[in-house]
């Protein structure tokens, strides 16, 4: 079975700060995509990570993909208040699993002024 | 743009109802999916369709049932509605190719069972 673990899964930072969410899954692929959730709202989609080394950014966010270690990364640059939110990662594990994506249990980040 | 509508943001219904969930989306996507949302569990997957008239159970259908007679719509049921229902319910779609299979939500409806 397909295992998608995000760390941490809360996060509470200092505006201004850096840190990185981790995305670890179990199984070959090169396919990533990562989401944001408002809260009370639906998921839309930030990123779209689709080979090994992929690299994405806008503005504070940055997400990176590593498919040989099965891990992708979502970096956040000075955080600001408006980033607070739950981030989500889901893998595409190919068509053994039906065009299916596997989510992580999602990060809620919350940043303090 | 892809766009992905739901009939209602909010829907209050009451135990034993059949509660009809309705999806459309205008992009030609092959595949669409029903989420439920609740609080610590994440996105849990009910139901999914890959083409019209043909649909697959997901990890939690049990009390559901769906429908998609036209390529853009996706209907979830419940067929005898319970409070354990009451949760916020996600629809999705996706283009469905080997290459590419990044899902578009819409954006939710919050039902609520009495």
């Known amino acids: 079975e397909l295992k998608v673990e995000q760390n941490p899964l809360f996060l509470s930072m200092q505006e201004g700060k850096n840190y990185t969410i981790y995305c670890n899954y179990s199984?070959?692929?090169?396919?990533l995509y990562w989401y944001r959730q408002d809260p009370g709202k639906s998921l839309e989609s930030l990123f779209v990570?689709?080979?090994?080394?992929a690299v994405k950014q806008e503005g504070r966010l940055m997400a990176s993909l590593d498919t040989k270690a099965r891990l992708s990364t979502l970096h956040i640059t000075a955080a600001v208040h408006d980033l607070s939110a739950t981030y989500f990662c889901?893998?595409?594990?190919?068509?053994?699993?039906?065009?299916?994506?596997?989510f992580g249990a999602g990060t809620i980040l919350r940043v303090k002024s | 743009d892809v766009k992905v509508t739901q009939s209602s943001r909010y829907l209050v219904k009451r135990t034993g109802e059949k509660v009809f969930l309705e999806c459309v989306q205008d992009?030609?996507?092959?595949?669409m999916f029903w989420y439920r949302q609740d609080p610590g569990l994440g996105l849990r997957l009910i139901y999914f369709?890959?083409?019209?008239?043909?649909?697959e159970k997901g990890d939690i259908p049990e009390g559901y049932s769906v429908s998609r007679e036209k390529k853009e719509r996706f209907s979830l049921i419940l067929e005898s509605a319970s409070t354990n229902q009451t949760s916020m319910y996600l629809c999705?779609?996706?283009?469905?190719?080997?290459?590419?299979?990044?899902?578009?939500f819409g954006p939710g409806t919050r039902l609520t069972v009495l």
């Open positions: 199984t070959t692929s090169d396919r």
């Open positions: 369709s890959y083409d019209v008239k043909m649909k």
């Open positions: 992009m030609d996507h092959e595949n």
């Open positions: 999705a779609s996706s283009l469905g190719t080997a290459s590419y299979n990044e899902q578009f």
């Open positions: 889901a893998v595409d594990p190919n068509m053994e699993y039906g065009n299916k994506l596997v």
């Open positions: 990570l689709l080979s090994n080394g």
